[in-house]
């Protein structure tokens, strides 16, 4: 972005040499550093304000050391290799069981859109499992699968389908009816008709509920981390904070912070570039 | 073009009634109607008199529940490829462009993409649009999207078109400009039109014939011959008695 500001100004300046160079530079840097400010000044001044407070004694410092240390503790674990291997274990459960929630429920929601006479038959139970908090089933689960992996993945799986495949079912069936008969009008077959129509209208919903279950992926990961984990970043923001190493507690949160973003940034490019058509992708 | 000879509509003793609160209500009853070949035939009628319903009958979007619809002596059952509908809305696919939107009627009738495309892109430019190929319908005005129906319904060069008050929702300016245009279209492609409207003026502007559809109960449809020539003036004084006839028919003059 700055570069591109640079590159900017130094065009604006070599067409018109009467404006000093200096001056333009002043005008866009100022332009831009408005825009940085008025987007993340909040952010900025909150944790200045954490830094501040923390490091004059305001605060307990036990509880919220100033963020430098948390910086330091974060380097340390990523650099030091001990974070690196917590991350990859937590990004394979969770990307496990996003991955099967989306293999399961975008099929499964686009067949329930389409044929009522399966979805007035699943709803019931779909609205009661879905009710169902997925943290209440995790001792279930771990009686079923036990205390290892597949009851974690599972747990993550179970809590991310339901978003999706509500979000997808919901996404074909408010697909409008004018568009199908217009279809249909020029001939196109049942399977054309979900291919070019249904499916093409459904996708802005199914990434609702792409982010939706993105989300609740990374809090069920946390959760069952907490339970029965030796490792995972949900294991570490437990460990760190029984062994009383708060700035590494608060690396692996700013680490679950940053995950979130990430996966949530990436949804968000992806829908720019499926659902070009429309502009509503906030 | 494909309309040169084909393109006639007979319809015999036609009939279809709506049930209503368990009361059922006709809206069509025994209709009969040549329609020629090449011709250009406005149904106009109140609301409530069952010219949409003829116009989706003709489209085989609806089933009559007695009599039938014969295209040059086949009976029709269900939609066919030499049909053509307009609706009110474009009903345009907002994830494709309008290239895509207008190519999409011969893409589902299995004609390959390039082909499709360079066969719309014909149309495109006949409509005036050559320019916004690449454009999304949310890019695109009212009468701008209608447009891009209207070369989406050419392109798969229909020998009839159905035309459900196709320019109903645009504004005044707009729809006149848009009346133009379809007298235009119609006198290049030679293609049966028919088309339900509830302005009487665009009714006289465009007609062959006009068929006013009654609204009470055992009253007869009337058919209309507009014999002017075109293009057409609107403040012509044979155009106004055209008017004046028509509203009286309506019993608004």
Redesign the interface.
Known sequence: MTLQHIEQAASLGTRDSTTSLGSDFLRLGGRAGIRFLSRYGVLIAFLAMWQVSSSAGWVNTAVLPPIDMIVAALWKGLAGGTLLGDIAISLQRAGLAFAAAVLVAIPLGLFMGQVRAVETALDPILQVFRQTSALALYPVFILLLGLGEASKVFVIFWATLFPLLLNTIGGVKQVDPKLLEMARVYGARQLTVFRRVVLPGAVPSIFVGLRLSATTALLLLIASEMIGANKGIGFQVMNAQYNFQIPLMFAAIVILAGLGLIANQALVSLQRRLCRWSNAVD | MSGTSGGEVSIRDLSKSFSIGGRSLAVLRTLNLDIRSGECLVIVGASGSGKTTLLRIL?G?EAADSGGVAIDGKPVHG???ER??I?Q?P?L????TVLGNVA??L???GVPKAEAEERARFYIALVGLAEFGDA???QLSGGMAQRVGIARALT?QPEILLLDEPLGALDAMTKIGMQEELARIWSEENVTMVMVTHDLEEAIYLADRVLILPKEKGGAARLIDIDLPRPRERSESRFVRYREELLREFGLH
């Open positions: 489209a979007l939609v066919g490829a053509a509908v609706f809305e009903r696919l907002p994830w494709l999409f009627g893409e589902v009738r999304f319908p949310r798969v």
